[in-house]
Structure formats: structure tokens, C-alpha cells
């Protein structure tokens, strides 16, 4: 059963901590996307990648936010320093070709106190 | 910029009832996903449509996408307990070169009462 897998699932940490979520896609899918989820705000794209590329991180803030894809196998999104509006669910996706249909991970619940 | 506005926001019926929720966008998509999420979850595919008039059918669910692919409903005939979870819409545009991202709505949050 292929699925996306996110670790932590869950994590609390103190302002100003560095803070590494970490995302395994689906084997054979060549997109990744990283999502927040807020009550307020829904689902917000950060950022994503096709064939490990960066294409699109405009959602991201780029003080103090990062994504990478080291290899295929692995995506990460940084935090560094965290503040506590960072606080929600972290959501990884990935998908394949042209199609955007995209398949998520359980997220990372990230409370920053 | 691109919107999709989803209602109603909240919605909760009685097992057996049925129930249409709506995805609205003044914008033209290329494709529309529905999408449900249970608590503690990601969320799931349910069905992607894409064209004008088109109508999806998964199990009790019925999925219609406008002529004018600007909106899009969800139908549940006979609800049950399991149907309970966010519902989530979101479109895609692929107009803009190699932009793949999608647009998404807030979701109808579903409550399912036995």
C-alpha cells in the first residue's frame, strides 16, 4: 500500500528552535508539494518540486522557512527560528507527470510555544 | 487571484439524509478535485473532473463539474456516519506554462449523526 510518509507526526517546540519536518513521496512520483493547514487560512501551498527542482516556493516565507529534496526518497522543510504562528499541520503531497492529482501524508502537527 | 468558495461551511444531518455542497469560483479551472479529509488525516482524492457538464459517480456520491468549469457541487444521497470529514475542493490552471499548483476552497465540514 504506496503511501506518503511524514515524520514527526506530531511536534512541540519552543520560539526561536529550528525545527526539521521530514517527508518520504510515493516511489515513482517525481512531484512533492508541502502544505500548511490552519482553521483560518485552509490549505496553503509553501512550495513544491518536479524532479527534485524547486519551482514554485512563492507561498513560503523565505526568512525563515526552507525546502529541499536531497535525493528522490526524501523532501524537508525547515523552520529556523520557529515563531509560534508557525503553529499548524504540516502537510507533504506528492504526485506524477502532468497530472496534479496529489496524495498526502497524516501531516506534522507543529505547536511552536 | 484566483478563489474557490465552498458552502456551506458547516453541515450537519441525520444518517439517511441527503446533502449538496458547492465549490463557487468567478475563475475558469482547467480541472476540479474534490477531496475529503477525516481528523488526524491528509486529505484524499475522492474524483477529479474536467469537463464543462461533466458528472462523476462514486458510490453515493455524485459529482457535477459546470458547463462553464467554474464551479462545482457534491451530492450525498443517503448519508452515513462514515461520510463525516472536511470535504475540499480545488481547482487547477494550467494555463500559466508549467504551473501545476492547485487553488483550494476551505472545505464543508460534515458532521454524519447516527
Redesign the interface.
Same mark, same amino acid.
Given at each position: 500500500d504506496a503511501r506518503v510518509t511524514q515524520t514527526p507526526r506530531h511536534k512541540v517546540t519552543e520560539m526561536g528552535q529550528e525545527v526539521t519536518m521530514r517527508c518520504q513521496p510515493i516511489l515513482g512520483h517525481n512531484t512533492v508539494f508541502w502544505y500548511r493547514q490552519t482553521m483560518m487560512q485552509g490549505l496553503e501551498l509553501l512550495a513544491y518540486f518536479r524532479n527534485r527542482a524547486p519551482l514554485d516556493d512563492s507561498g513560503m516565507p523565505k526568512d525563515r522557512f526552507s525546502a529541499e529534496m536531497p535525493d528522490a526518497t526524501l523532501a524537508t522543510l525547515k523552520i529556523q527560528p520557529s515563531e509560534p504562528r508557525d503553529s499548524a499541520v504540516y502537510f507533504c503531497a506528492s504526485g506524477y507527470g502532468k497530472n496534479t492529482e496529489a496524495f498526502f501524508g497524516q501531516g506534522t502537527r507543529l505547536t511552536v510555544v | 487571484t484566483q478563489l474557490l468558495e465552498q458552502s456551506p461551511q458547516f453541515l450537519s444531518i441525520q444518517e439517511g439524509e441527503n446533502l449538496t455542497v458547492y465549490c463557487n469560483s468567478s475563475s475558469v479551472f482547467s480541472?476540479l478535485?474534490w477531496y475529503r479529509q477525516e481528523p %488526524?488525516? %491528509?486529505?484524499? +482524492?475522492l474524483v477529479?473532473v474536467v469537463t464543462g457538464g461533466e458528472v462523476k459517480k462514486l458510490k453515493r456520491l455524485t459529482f457535477q463539474f459546470g458547463d462553464a468549469r467554474k464551479d462545482s457541487s457534491l451530492h450525498i444521497t443517503a448519508a452515513q456516519p462514515g461520510d463525516t470529514g472536511l470535504y +475540499?475542493c480545488?481547482g %487547477?490552471d494550467?494555463r500559466a506554462g508549467?504551473?501545476?499548483? +492547485?487553488i483550494? %476552497?476551505?472545505?464543508t465540514s460534515l458532521a454524519v449523526n447516527p
Open positions: - | 480541472s478535485q %488526524g488525516e %491528509g486529505p484524499v +482524492l477529479t +475540499l480545488a %487547477g494550467f508549467n504551473n501545476r499548483k +492547485l483550494w %476552497g476551505l472545505g
